[in-house]
């Protein structure tokens, strides 16, 4: 009974940890928008009610396992003293009570080490029960899992040259009939009769956001189910050759960018620098101090949007697959580099005859290479294939897009290879995780100490302690006083029932001092580990980007782990006061053990020493060594399709287990350690006990009763040496976890809120923005990005930005939120943004990034996540980010408000999670909406309707600031900025920069396969 009382709680306990830890690893991986949306403190009640429910499973098992242990002690005490004297009537005499008090003593130390051994292994039984439930439950892809019945023939992917589909239906996620379970929204691709890719040219895969393009190449990679439709039914991915694929949502290693684009493959120098001219790295790289050795960070923080893109596909480039799956590439990027890629790359000698299958929104500058094309339908059919020529024949949408100025393609891109500095070692950005060395700072003890409790608390559970220890030595005495009244006394003038009274009450005693000590005790704990907590998720939520920039989430998720459950304060206390109270009652009754007892603490001490020095440095590389195995873990999960699609699961495997060997080595040394002080010091403690025993009964004339209470307590002694070495060698490790969670609470901050830095109540009324001399760097002594940059928005204008890879477009925004440093004045509706609160400033402004993030859970917690607004509300944001009219001609799986997305929005296009991101920008009704690239992945026709959708829906007095690649996105705004450099180099209305010969805006629509269409938007806008 006990044991299954414990497993429930120990389960729940499990659960509720693994929620809190849920919410603290999705809160890390979407941080940037928390901070960028103004949602610390939301996000904070969140995490700290987390807490709460599983303090709440904490406290409950603390009491049990206190509980438990008095029962089974007093239970097993109690009965052997009651049954041999007041029911058997046997006497009591010294040599039977202090002979079976050592094996009482024992025994119960083996029952709490019983207790402690069911603890863990029913810990060890939940997360075996729930890697179990993992296993059997997770679904697996199509190549893991045995077939049953008949098998339908597919093409052999050794034998087979062909690439594609014959009568084939894919889902992402099955249940028993065949149909999208209700993790993922109901889509399925259906390839009728046949379709083929032809081989050694380019192929491109066309349709709108949403149709399916992606879900073809992962469908052709086998990332989805195959539902054969007839006997011909198979599809096939040659593989003899090799795979590469380049993923729409770019995925980059926490490595330098050399290490991304070779991925474990030779270096070539050749080839590596002919790869980074044709994917137009170069320019790039020498904004980098380290050149190509620079390190990316985690999911590429330091990289932007195109950068990223281009990595991946230097990657795909330079590898030596024969088959390239290329993820829509091309949206990131702006059209000067997107036709350098182009004409460099897919018309180079690095892909020729190799076969391409590009999925892509660039129809325009794509068309003319391209070979071979197919179009996808919304409802997940192919509505046409064939030639370039035939898929713009029936896809009127297609060849409005494909329309090109005959003299784009004519224009060559020539520009001279870069000499890039490959051999640059500095770069270094992901700080190497703190080793301290030395002794612990003992400020981080302090703050865990005066979290415990007040003035008050220490005198009152000290006391109590001390008492109780007192009242078990107590007990010991009074039970061989009682004793040897057999000796002294006749056995019938001795009262048992008096006697037994007497010892049951110091008993009750020292349970009922013990016990509130222990409780006082538990709750202070729980108490100190609350406020640990919430300071540390303060502290991290109210970092800077910067900081987050340099240090690995796996790290921070690490402190919220293991570390914050360390803890034996208790343990050292009880054993001190043990030990000097045993001690003591010795000294007392036989003053000659003070000197090996003495001589036995200096040689434990000593002893101790050794081993604190050895342990500190191992438990602090035992604690550095699991984030590498956590990080790892996570970013081979993020790129799972990537690593399979390369066949590099072999290379994860390997680079994974020798992690975690690293972390094994660490902690068997641990263990090892720990053997070694034990085997010393329950040496020591046994000599000491035969040294006193030998002159108790050689040496020294004393009763019985004192002779057997000396050994008894000299036993103790020499048993609580061990234990106390212990827990005092643990109290440093105990510290050291203390410290690691220091360092993240004295991390960098942003300004704190301030009662002065509150707006009024009607701020912002509208969306002027005004900025003088705006200058902007991402840490202090790093190089500006922003330079003196003045101009003025007028509530209600639409102003586009536009620029180069590093121009200043994104540094911009993140100015405009205070989230790197800055110097200048900005002006919000008249008001210093300097002189706001950040909460209020970011909570009033809203950004789209490029690369949304979602959160788990359904559609309206993602638009909604706090539940502020009405379900009307919602409906009308998605309307005017344009879902429906993506949805209009879909037969199944439109997303509606209860449609679930999971994590990160995986089961969504990026085009999807753009259009979602902007709906929930729109819910805000913000007076300043700023888009950063936020329509980068979405068809140009679904982008045309949401930005008229924008234009109609937002209020007149909201300032809309777009930052696009695409022309069209903001050349019907009320003005256009140009930077080049971290410079304002334009900035007027659309026509009268075009008039202007030599401009920079003017050369970027020129360069566009759209310039005629483009100067007659611009044209339309004059009044």
């Given at each position: 009974?006990?044991?299954r009382?414990?497993?429930?709680?120990?389960?729940g306990r499990?659960?509720a940890?693994?929620?809190?830890?849920?919410?603290?690893?999705?809160?890390m991986?979407?941080?940037?928008?928390?901070?960028?949306?103004?949602w610390?403190?939301?996000?904070?009640?969140?995490?700290?009610?987390?807490?709460e429910?599983e303090?709440?499973?904490i406290?409950?098992?603390?009491i049990?396992?206190?509980v438990?242990n008095i029962?089974?002690?007093?239970?097993?005490?109690a009965?052997?003293?009651?049954l041999?004297?007041?029911?058997?009537?046997?006497?009591?005499?010294?040599?039977?009570v202090?002979?079976?008090?050592?094996?009482?003593?024992?025994?119960?130390?083996?029952?709490?080490?019983?207790?402690?051994?069911?603890?863990q292994?029913?810990?060890?039984?939940?997360?075996?029960?729930?890697?179990?439930?993992?296993?059997?439950?997770?679904?697996?892809?199509d190549s893991f899992?045995?077939?049953?019945g008949?098998v339908?023939?597919v093409?052999?992917?050794e034998?087979?040259?062909?690439?594609g589909?014959?009568?084939?239906?894919f889902?992402?996620?099955n249940?028993?009939?065949?149909a999208?379970?209700?993790?993922?929204?109901k889509?399925?691709?259906?390839i009728?009769?046949?379709l083929?890719?032809?081989?050694?040219c380019?192929n491109?895969?066309?349709?709108?956001?949403?149709s399916?393009?992606?879900?073809?190449?992962?469908?052709l990679?086998g990332?989805?189910?195959?539902?054969?439709t007839?006997?011909?039914?198979?599809?096939n991915?040659?593989?003899a050759?090799?795979v590469?694929?380049?993923?729409?949502?770019?995925?980059v290693?926490?490595?330098?960018?050399r290490?991304?684009?070779?991925?474990?493959?030779e270096?070539?120098?050749?080839?590596?620098?002919?790869?980074?001219?044709?994917?137009?790295?170069?320019?790039?790289?020498?904004?980098?101090?380290?050149?190509?050795?620079?390190?990316?960070?985690e999911?590429?923080?330091?990289?932007?949007?195109?950068?990223?893109?281009?990595c991946t596909?230097?990657?795909a480039i330079?590898s030596?697959?024969?088959?390239?799956l290329?993820?829509?590439?091309?949206?990131?990027?702006?059209?000067?580099?997107?036709?350098?890629i182009?004409?460099?790359?897919?018309?180079?000698?690095?892909?020729?005859?190799?076969?391409?299958?590009?999925?892509?929104?660039?129809?325009?500058l794509?068309?003319?290479?391209?070979q071979?094309?197919v179009?996808?339908?919304?409802?997940?059919?192919?509505?046409n294939?064939?030639?370039?020529?035939?898929?713009?024949?029936?896809d009127?949408?297609?060849?409005h897009?494909?329309?090109?100025?005959?003299q784009?393609m004519?224009?060559?891109?020539?520009?001279?290879?870069?000499?890039?500095n490959?051999?640059t070692?500095?770069?270094?950005?992901?700080?190497?995780?703190?080793?301290?060395?030395?002794r612990?700072?003992w400020?981080?003890?302090?703050?865990?100490l005066?979290?415990?409790?007040?003035?008050?608390?220490?005198p009152?559970?000290?006391?109590?302690?001390?008492?109780?220890?007192?009242?078990e030595?107590?007990e010991t005495?009074?039970?061989?006083?009682?004793?040897?009244l057999?000796?002294t006394?006749?056995?019938?003038?001795?009262?048992?029932?008096?006697?037994?009274g007497?010892?049951?009450?110091?008993?009750?005693?020292?349970i009922?001092?013990?016990?509130?000590?222990?409780?006082?005790?538990?709750?202070?704990?729980?108490?100190a580990s609350?406020?640990?907590?919430?300071?540390?998720?303060?502290?991290?939520?109210g970092?800077t980007?910067?900081?987050?920039?340099i240090?690995p989430?796996?790290?921070?998720?690490?402190r919220f782990t293991?570390?914050?459950?360390?803890g034996?304060?208790s343990?050292?206390?009880h054993?001190?006061i043990s030990i000097?109270?045993t001690?003591g009652?010795?000294?007392?009754?036989?003053?000659?053990?003070?000197?090996?007892?003495?001589?036995a603490?200096?040689i434990?001490?000593t002893l101790?020493?050794?081993?604190?020095?050895?342990?500190l440095?191992v438990?602090?590389?035992?604690?550095?060594?699991?984030a590498p195995?956590?990080?790892?873990?996570?970013?081979?999960?993020?790129?799972?399709?990537?690593i399979?699609?390369?066949g590099?699961?072999?290379?994860f495997?390997e680079?994974s287990?020798?992690r975690?060997?690293?972390?094994?080595?660490?902690a068997?040394?641990?263990?090892n350690?720990?053997?070694w002080?034990g085997?010393?010091l329950?040496?020591i403690?046994?000599?000491?006990?035969?040294i006193?025993?030998?002159?108790?009964?050689?040496?020294?004339?004393?009763?019985?009763?004192?002779?057997?209470?000396?050994l008894?307590?000299?036993?103790?002694?020499?048993?609580?040496?061990?234990?106390?070495?212990?827990?005092?060698?643990e109290?440093?490790?105990?510290?050291?976890?203390l410290e690691?969670?220091?360092?993240?609470?004295t991390?960098?901050?942003?300004t704190?809120?301030?009662?002065a830095?509150?707006?009024?109540?009607?701020?912002?009324?509208s969306?002027?923005?005004?900025?003088?001399?705006?200058?902007?760097?991402?840490?202090l002594d790093?190089?500006?990005v922003l330079?003196?940059?003045?101009?003025r928005?007028?509530?209600?204008?639409?102003v586009?930005?536009?620029?180069?890879?590093?121009?200043?477009?994104?540094s911009?925004?993140?100015?405009?939120l205070?989230?790197?440093?800055?110097e200048?004045?900005?002006?919000?509706?008249?008001?210093?943004?300097?002189s706001?609160n950040?909460?209020?400033?970011?909570?009033?402004?809203?950004i789209?990034?490029?690369?949304?993030e979602?959160?788990?859970g359904?559609?309206r917690?993602n638009?909604?996540?706090?539940?502020?607004y009405?379900?009307?509300?919602?409906?009308?944001?998605?309307?005017?980010?344009?879902?429906f009219?993506?949805q209009?001609?879909?037969?199944?799986g439109?997303?509606?408000?209860?449609?679930?997305?999971?994590?990160?929005?995986?089961?969504?296009?990026v085009?999807?999670?753009?259009?979602?991101?902007?709906?929930?920008?729109?819910?805000?009704?913000s007076?300043?909406?700023?888009?950063?690239?936020?329509?980068?992945?979405?068809d140009?026709?679904?982008?045309?309707?949401?930005?008229?959708?924008?234009?109609?829906?937002?209020?007149?007095d909201?300032?809309?600031?777009?930052?696009?690649?695409?022309?069209?996105?903001i050349?019907?705004?009320?003005?256009?900025m140009?930077?080049?450099?971290?410079?304002i180099?334009?900035f007027d209305?659309?026509?009268?920069l075009?008039?202007?010969?030599?401009?920079?805006l003017?050369?970027?629509?020129?360069?566009?396969?759209e310039?005629?269409?483009?100067?007659?938007?611009?044209?339309?806008?004059?009044?």
């Amino acid at each position: 009974f006990t044991s299954r009382l414990q497993h429930g709680i120990q389960k729940g306990r499990s659960k509720a940890a693994d929620a809190r830890v849920g919410v603290i690893s999705e809160t890390m991986s979407v941080l940037r928008m928390i901070k960028l949306f103004g949602w610390e403190m939301k996000m904070l009640a969140r995490v700290n009610e987390k807490r709460e429910a599983e303090l709440t499973w904490i406290w409950k098992r603390e009491i049990f396992q206190m509980v438990a242990n008095i029962v089974k002690y007093v239970a097993m005490l109690a009965f052997n003293r009651v049954l041999r004297t007041a029911i058997m009537k046997q006497e009591l005499r010294p040599s039977i009570v202090f002979s079976t008090i050592p094996v009482f003593n024992m025994l119960r130390g083996q029952l709490e080490r019983t207790n402690y051994r069911i603890v863990q292994f029913i810990d060890g039984k939940v997360s075996l029960d729930r890697i179990n439930h993992f296993l059997r439950n997770t679904e697996l892809l199509d190549s893991f899992t045995e077939k049953e019945g008949p098998v339908t023939e597919v093409l052999s992917p050794e034998t087979s040259p062909e690439i594609g589909f014959r009568d084939a239906t894919f889902h992402w996620s099955n249940d028993a009939d065949g149909a999208a379970t209700s993790s993922k929204y109901k889509f399925a691709l259906r390839i009728e009769d046949e379709l083929l890719f032809k081989r050694r040219c380019i192929n491109l895969v066309l349709g709108p956001t949403g149709s399916g393009k992606t879900s073809l190449l992962m469908a052709l990679l086998g990332e989805m189910h195959f539902t054969p439709t007839s006997p011909r039914s198979c599809y096939n991915l040659p593989r003899a050759g090799g795979v590469a694929y380049a993923a729409q949502e770019s995925w980059v290693l926490n490595q330098t960018i050399r290490d991304n684009i070779l991925f474990g493959a030779e270096y070539d120098e050749e080839r590596y620098k002919e790869v980074l001219y044709q994917c137009a790295l170069e320019r790039d790289l020498e904004l980098f101090e380290a050149g190509d050795k620079s390190e990316v960070g985690e999911k590429g923080l330091t990289l932007s949007g195109g950068q990223k893109a281009r990595c991946t596909l230097a990657r795909a480039i330079y590898s030596k697959a024969e088959i390239l799956l290329l993820d829509d590439v091309l949206s990131a990027l702006d059209v000067h580099t997107s036709k350098w890629i182009v004409e460099k790359c897919f018309a180079g000698d690095l892909v020729r005859g190799r076969t391409i299958i590009l999925v892509t929104h660039n129809v325009a500058l794509v068309a003319p290479i391209a070979q071979f094309a197919v179009s996808v339908g919304l409802n997940g059919r192919i509505l046409n294939q064939g030639s370039v020529a035939d898929a713009l024949q029936h896809d009127e949408v297609l060849a409005h897009e494909a329309k090109t100025d005959p003299q784009v393609m004519e224009q060559a891109v020539d520009a001279e290879p870069v000499v890039v500095n490959l051999d640059t070692t500095a770069g270094k950005l992901i700080l190497a995780e703190e080793l301290q060395l030395g002794r612990v700072k003992w400020s981080a003890v302090g703050m865990y100490l005066s979290g415990l409790g007040g003035v008050g608390f220490y005198p009152v559970f000290l006391g109590l302690y001390v008492i109780s220890q007192l009242a078990e030595i107590l007990e010991t005495w009074y039970l061989g006083y009682f004793a040897s009244l057999y000796e002294t006394s006749a056995p019938g003038t001795i009262s048992v029932s008096y006697h037994l009274g007497i010892y049951g009450l110091i008993l009750l005693f020292d349970i009922v001092t013990r016990s509130y000590a222990n409780v006082i005790f538990a709750y202070a704990v729980l108490r100190a580990s609350r406020g640990i907590h919430r300071k540390l998720i303060e502290s991290i939520l109210g970092t800077t980007l910067r900081w987050l920039d340099i240090t690995p989430a796996s790290r921070v998720i690490t402190r919220f782990t293991t570390d914050i459950s360390a803890g034996t304060l208790s343990e050292f206390v009880h054993d001190t006061i043990s030990i000097s109270a045993t001690f003591g009652a010795v000294v007392l009754l036989t003053p000659l053990f003070s000197v090996p007892g003495v001589l036995a603490a200096i040689i434990g001490g000593t002893l101790g020493q050794l081993f604190i020095k050895a342990q500190l440095s191992v438990k602090r590389e035992a604690s550095n060594a699991k984030a590498p195995v956590l990080g790892h873990i996570g970013a081979a999960i993020a790129g799972l399709v990537s690593i399979r699609a390369y066949g590099a699961e072999g290379a994860f495997i390997e680079e994974s287990l020798r992690r975690i060997n690293k972390y094994t080595r660490v902690a068997r040394t641990l263990t090892n350690l720990d053997r070694w002080v034990g085997v010393r010091l329950a040496a020591i403690g046994n000599i000491l006990a035969a040294i006193l025993a030998t002159y108790l009964v050689y040496f020294h004339q004393e009763r019985s009763n004192n002779v057997g209470f000396s050994l008894t307590m000299a036993a103790g002694f020499s048993m609580r040496i061990l234990a106390w070495v212990r827990t005092w060698n643990e109290i440093p490790i105990f510290a050291i976890s203390l410290e690691r969670i220091q360092q993240y609470i004295t991390i960098e901050q942003e300004t704190k809120p301030t009662e002065a830095g509150k707006p009024p109540a009607h701020w912002p009324s509208s969306g002027e923005l005004i900025v003088e001399k705006l200058t902007a760097r991402y840490s202090l002594d790093g190089p500006e990005v922003l330079r003196d940059i003045s101009f003025r928005i007028n509530p209600g204008e639409r102003v586009g930005i536009v620029g180069r890879t590093g121009s200043g477009k994104s540094s911009l925004t993140l100015a405009l939120l205070r989230c790197i440093y800055t110097e200048g004045t900005v002006h919000y509706d008249g008001i210093p943004t300097a002189s706001v609160n950040l909460d209020a400033l970011r909570s009033q402004i809203t950004i789209i990034p490029q690369m949304p993030e979602l959160l788990s859970g359904t559609l309206r917690h993602n638009l909604d996540p706090f539940g502020q607004y009405e379900d009307l509300a919602l409906t009308n944001a998605l309307r005017a980010a344009g879902l429906f009219s993506l949805q209009e001609e879909m037969d199944e799986g439109q997303l509606v408000l209860d449609s679930l997305i999971s994590s990160g929005g995986q089961n969504l296009s990026v085009g999807q999670r753009q259009i979602l991101a902007l709906g929930r920008a729109i819910v805000r009704d913000s007076k300043l909406l700023i888009l950063d690239e936020a329509t980068s992945a979405i068809d140009y026709k679904t982008d045309a309707i949401i930005q008229t959708s924008l234009r109609n829906e937002l209020k007149p007095d909201v300032t809309v600031i777009t930052i696009a690649h695409r022309l069209q996105t903001i050349l019907d705004s009320d003005k256009i900025m140009v930077l080049d450099e971290g410079r304002i180099v334009e900035f007027d209305a659309p026509q009268v920069l075009l008039g202007n010969p030599k401009g920079k805006l003017r050369a970027l629509v020129d360069e566009s396969g759209e310039k005629e269409k483009l100067y007659a938007m611009a044209e339309s806008m004059k009044f």
